[in-house]
């Protein structure tokens, strides 16, 4: 089974990556999502870089764009990313991908964050496949099953899709927010860069 005839399969709509206001001012500014090695070498991204996480354990993956399916990572967006800018004058948002991303050459799947040491990553059909298993080994052991989740969830909230380098923005479909004043941001940014075909969606519901 190849990865397009998965996300057919399970009806896969959206990839999805949470980031800062800033992130995406830059995301915007230089015309794709980077991974964190790219926005780190980026001079015009010094003044606005927000990085969502203060420590990377994976380090032989730090080129690669850290992405979900579907439904973002809670765990970490909650727990670790709010927590470490909880006093920083910032916002939150994600950004929604055209599925067709996970096609895409040197793309990787996890079956559960990255770190963990029970995490299995593998490419191709096989890789994206076992996003889905029935169960999936998480952290500290626990068991994750399928129980309640639509065929286009994965199995652990923390699985992950490891994307090569930059994903340009002509794959940028949408951009959720929780506020309307920060979608006249965010619709601010688009106009000034160009990109106004972008769509801006307020839901909250799209961060838990």
């Known amino acids: 089974m190849t990865v397009l005839e998965v996300i057919k399969r399970r009806g896969i709509k959206e990839i999805l990556h949470f980031t800062t206001n800033r992130g995406v001012l830059g995301t915007l500014h230089t015309g794709a999502l980077k991974s964190r090695n790219r926005i780190s070498k980026e001079e015009q991204l010094e003044f606005v870089l ?12 730090l080129d690669h764009v850290n992405l979900s399916i579907t439904r973002i990572n809670g765990y970490f967006f909650e727990i670790s990313s709010e927590r470490w800018h909880i006093t920083a004058d910032i916002w939150w948002a994600v950004l929604a991908f055209d599925p067709e991303i996970l096609t895409h050459k040197g793309v990787y799947f996890t079956t559960t964050n990255n770190i963990y040491p029970s995490c299995s990553r593998g490419p191709g059909g096989g890789g994206i496949e076992a996003m889905f298993a029935p169960k999936v080994i998480a952290r500290y052991g626990a068991v994750m099953t399928r129980e309640k989740l639509a065929d286009s969830v994965p199995t652990c909230e923390q699985a992950e899709v490891l994307y090569p380098g930059e994903i340009p923005l002509k794959y940028l479909k949408r951009i959720y927010v929780r506020k309307d004043s920060e979608a006249d941001e965010v619709n601010g940014q688009l106009a000034l860069t160009n990109q106004e075909e972008i769509e801006v969606v307020v839901n909250k519901k799209i961060f838990k």
Do not use: A, F, G
Not at 50 to 55: A, F, Q, V
């Open 50 to 61: 927000k990085l969502n996480s203060t420590i990377r354990k994976d380090t032989q993956w």
